[in-house]
C-alpha cells in the first residue's frame, strides 16, 4: 500500500513568493496532520484535520499560512508571502479511527524541505 | 493537557552496547504513548507503543520499553546496539480517548553509535 505522499521533496523559493505544499494522506484514514520541523524549535503541529474539517489550526504561525483539505485524499499547506524564517522541513501525517478506537499513531510522508532566501 | 521531556539531545553508544532513552510524560489523563524514529531525510516511524494492558511494549529492531506510572515514564531501551540504530528518536504522547488524538512529541534524542 502507499504510505503519505508529499510534493514537492525540494523547494527553494525567494522571499515575498508563495510556496504550496501537498499531501495525499493513507487511503481511508480520517485524520491529516501537518507538522514543521527545523533545528532550533523541533516539531511543530501546525494544524490538523478530521474528515476534511479542520480541528486545530493553533499552531499555525501566522496569517502567512493557510492549510486547506478539499477532500478526503488530498490537502495543501500555503505560504504566502514566505519569508527565510518559514525554512523548514514540513510532514504532512495521517491516522486512521478504527473500530476500536483511535490509537493516535501516525503515518508520516517524506516531508518537503523548504528553503526561501 | 499533555507532554513530554527527554532527557539528552544526544546520546552516544558503543555497538554491542545497551542503548538506554529517557522520555518523562505528563498527563491529566491516562496517556498513550510512542517511540518514532527518523533516520536522515526521512520522515518519522512507529518503533513501539503503549495504550493499555501490558506495561512492558515490544516495537521492531530489537526495542522495547517500559510504561511505569509511578515514574511517569516510558524510556526506550535495547540489549545490544547496531550501527544501523543511528537515527533520532522522538517520544510523543496523546489522549485519543479523552478527544484529544494529536500528538505531542519530545524535542528529540539523537543516538550516536561508535564502531
Known amino acids: 500500500d502507499a504510505g503519505v505522499i508529499q510534493s514537492p521533496r525540494h523547494e527553494v523559493t525567494e522571499m515575498g513568493q508563495e510556496v504550496t505544499l501537498r499531501c495525499k494522506p493513507i487511503?481511508?484514514?480520517?485524520?491529516l496532520f501537518w507538522y514543521r520541523q527545523t533545528m532550533m524549535r523541533g516539531l511543530e503541529l501546525l494544524i490538523y484535520?478530521?474528515?476534511?474539517?479542520?480541528?486545530?489550526d493553533s499552531g499555525m504561525p501566522e496569517d502567512r499560512f493557510s492549510a486547506k483539505m478539499p477532500n478526503a485524499s488530498f490537502s495543501t499547506l500555503k505560504i504566502q508571502p514566505s519569508e527565510p524564517r518559514d525554512s523548514a522541513v514540513y510532514f504532512c501525517?495521517?491516522?486512521?479511527?478504527?473500530?476500536?478506537?483511535?490509537?493516535?499513531?501516525?503515518?508520516f510522508g517524506e516531508g518537503s524541505r523548504l528553503t526561501v532566501l | 493537557a499533555q507532554s513530554v521531556t527527554q532527557l539528552g539531545s544526544h546520546v552516544s553508544v558503543s555497538e554491542g552496547a545497551l542503548v538506554l532513552l529517557r522520555c518523562n510524560y505528563s498527563?491529566?489523563?491516562?496517556?498513550?504513548l510512542f517511540w518514532y524514529v527518523q533516520y536522515p531525510n526521512q520522515g518519522l516511524q512507529l518503533l513501539l507503543k503503549?495504550?493499555?494492558?501490558?506495561?512492558l511494549v515490544k516495537g521492531i529492531n530489537g526495542f522495547e520499553a517500559e510504561f511505569k506510572k509511578s515514574e511517569t515514564s516510558f524510556h526506550l531501551t535495547k540489549p545490544s546496539a547496531h550501527m544501523s540504530d543511528a537515527a533520532e528518536y522522538f517520544c510523543?504522547?496523546?489522549?485519543?480517548?479523552?478527544?484529544?488524538?494529536?500528538?505531542?512529541f519530545g524535542t528529540g534524542t539523537r543516538l550516536t553509535i561508535i564502531p
Open positions: 501525517a495521517s491516522s486512521l479511527t478504527s473500530l476500536a478506537g483511535n490509537t493516535g499513531e501516525l503515518f
Open positions: 487511503s481511508g484514514h480520517d485524520y
Open positions: 484535520f478530521n474528515n476534511n474539517v479542520p480541528i486545530d
Open positions: 498527563s491529566s489523563v491516562p496517556p498513550y
Open positions: 503503549y495504550t493499555t494492558g501490558a506495561t
Open positions: 510523543a504522547v496523546s489522549a485519543p480517548n479523552f478527544g484529544n488524538e494529536k500528538l505531542t
